[in-house]
């Protein structure tokens, strides 16, 4: 650990000061790094997916409120089923101003942590595993120039780095400011190198009971999930011990064509590669994504077909993705730990040979 020699004023204004840490300053000047917002606390949160509209009423021939932009945190009453024609996800969201269609926005909670001052020895060197548990938080690059495709796409639009509210991270150092704030270096372990300061407080340290095996003496374990139904569960022998709504890949275009390589594929498959978080990218460079620290990573699929946390939408029930099974974070972090193989906390990811883990049954009923 070391010390950063520099003021408030001079950490949000990201003066040139030097620090000990920081090699250099960013070549494209990053737009906010700043310390937590004044997030609401104590009641679930709504974070606005895109730039939305706040209706009267549950539906989208009511008057508009306002435009909720992208990022906006809104304290969220209730879900109800209202009106949206052509569309399969009927549900609206109540908020103080008005409704909001309910996929455009991430549930959230404001959890800040009380901070580590010491980071735990590991495999390579200090560091651990750590959960983002506020709406957001803006990062600060510490190494540039930017590497990964969605930091470079952000920079290059203007908008602060952050990472949001279910992300998993890697801790790798612990900075400190003129009043002892303490701030974590993090960055994606098996990511394309970035790294970031980032207020600590945002960060809750995952510990390695949490990322334990769950039942690890039931040998006999399999997934299904159906594509229409957009439901998975979970068996020990013939006994479904865990069921959850899910989005699988989309299987036609916008066009309304079918496309077999969005499609989740059909056939039973085996579980051949785990990650406590990975980046996720694919696409064309015109209609590609990139999608960072992505967490509780469990591939079936060769060309890499996941189950996987979801922060980007929460249209569960929708055929949403691009051949991954989205699922809520809860779902994804309990399919990880009751699949096979088993993965440690260091380093968090392990590949598996022939014939594999776990099977999945993926089907069309």
């Given at each position: 650990?070391?010390?950063?020699?520099?003021?408030?004023?001079?950490?949000?204004?990201?003066?040139?000061?030097?620090?000990?840490?920081?090699?250099?300053?960013?070549?494209?000047?990053?737009?906010?790094?700043?310390?937590?917002?004044?997030?609401?606390?104590?009641?679930?949160?709504?974070?606005?997916?895109?730039?939305?509209?706040?209706?009267?009423?549950?539906?989208?021939?009511?008057?508009?409120?306002?435009?909720?932009?992208?990022?906006?945190?809104?304290?969220?009453?209730?879900?109800?089923?209202?009106?949206?024609?052509?569309?399969?996800?009927?549900?609206?969201?109540?908020?103080p101003e008005g409704y909001i269609w309910s996929p455009d926005v991430q549930r959230v909670w404001n959890r800040p942590n009380l901070p580590v001052r010491e980071l735990p020895e590991t495999s390579l060197g200090a560091g651990l595993w750590a959960e983002v548990t506020?709406?957001?938080?803006?990062?600060?690059?510490?190494?540039?120039?930017?590497?990964?495709?969605?930091?470079?796409?952000?920079?290059?639009?203007?908008?602060?780095?952050?990472?949001?509210?279910?992300?998993?991270?890697?801790?790798?150092?612990?900075?400190?400011?003129?009043?002892?704030?303490?701030?974590?270096?993090?960055?994606?372990?098996?990511?394309?190198?970035?790294?970031?300061?980032?207020?600590?407080?945002?960060?809750?340290?995952?510990?390695?009971?949490?990322?334990?095996?769950?039942?690890?003496?039931?040998?006999?374990?399999?997934?299904?999930?159906?594509?229409?139904?957009?439901?998975?569960?979970?068996?020990?022998?013939?006994?479904?011990?865990?069921?959850?709504?899910?989005?699988?890949?989309?299987?036609?275009?916008?066009?309304?064509?079918?496309?077999?390589?969005?499609?989740?594929?059909?056939?039973?498959?085996?579980?051949?590669?785990?990650?406590?978080?990975?980046?996720?990218?694919?696409?064309?460079?015109?209609?590609?994504?990139?999608?960072p620290a992505v967490g509780w990573i469990t591939l079936f699929v060769g060309k890499g077909v996941a189950f996987h946390s979801t922060f980007w939408h929460h249209n569960y029930g929708v055929p949403t993705s691009r051949g991954c099974v989205n699922c809520q974070p809860?779902?994804?972090?309990?399919?990880?730990?009751?699949?096979?193989?088993?993965?440690?906390?260091?380093?968090?990811?392990?590949?598996?040979?022939?014939?594999?883990?776990?099977?999945?049954?993926?089907?069309?009923?």
């Amino acid at each position: 650990m070391s010390k950063l020699h520099l003021t408030r004023r001079e950490f949000l204004g990201l003066s040139a000061v030097g620090l000990a840490s920081l090699v250099a300053r960013p070549q494209r000047p990053v737009t906010r790094a700043t310390f937590l917002p004044e997030f609401p606390d104590g009641v679930r949160l709504g974070r606005a997916l895109a730039s939305i509209p706040i209706h009267s009423l549950s539906t989208p021939d009511s008057s508009r409120v306002r435009t909720l932009y992208e990022d906006e945190i809104l304290p969220l009453y209730r879900e109800v089923v209202g009106e949206q024609p052509y569309r399969i996800n009927q549900n609206w969201l109540e908020t103080p101003e008005g409704y909001i269609w309910s996929p455009d926005v991430q549930r959230v909670w404001n959890r800040p942590n009380l901070p580590v001052r010491e980071l735990p020895e590991t495999s390579l060197g200090a560091g651990l595993w750590a959960e983002v548990t506020v709406p957001y938080v803006d990062l600060m690059l510490t190494n540039p120039p930017a590497r990964a495709p969605w930091l470079t796409n952000r920079l290059a639009t203007g908008l602060p780095p952050r990472f949001f509210f279910s992300q998993v991270v890697w801790v790798e150092g612990i900075e400190f400011d003129d009043q002892d704030q303490p701030f974590y270096r993090v960055k994606e372990r098996f990511g394309y190198g970035d790294t970031f300061l980032a207020d600590a407080r945002a960060f809750r340290p995952l510990t390695p009971d949490e990322i334990s095996p769950l039942n690890p003496e039931v040998e006999e374990k399999s997934i299904l999930v159906d594509v229409t139904r957009q439901t998975m569960s979970c068996f020990e022998a013939d006994r479904e011990v865990y069921y959850a709504r899910v989005s699988t890949g989309v299987m036609t275009d916008f066009q309304g064509n079918r496309v077999e390589d969005w499609g989740t594929p059909i056939g039973t498959h085996r579980i051949w590669r785990k990650a406590v978080s990975l980046p996720l990218s694919g696409g064309s460079a015109a209609a590609g994504w990139d999608l960072p620290a992505v967490g509780w990573i469990t591939l079936f699929v060769g060309k890499g077909v996941a189950f996987h946390s979801t922060f980007w939408h929460h249209n569960y029930g929708v055929p949403t993705s691009r051949g991954c099974v989205n699922c809520q974070p809860d779902d994804a972090k309990w399919v990880f730990r009751w699949t096979l193989p088993q993965v440690g906390y260091d380093p968090g990811d392990i590949t598996v040979g022939m014939p594999g883990g776990t099977q999945i049954r993926v089907i069309e009923s």
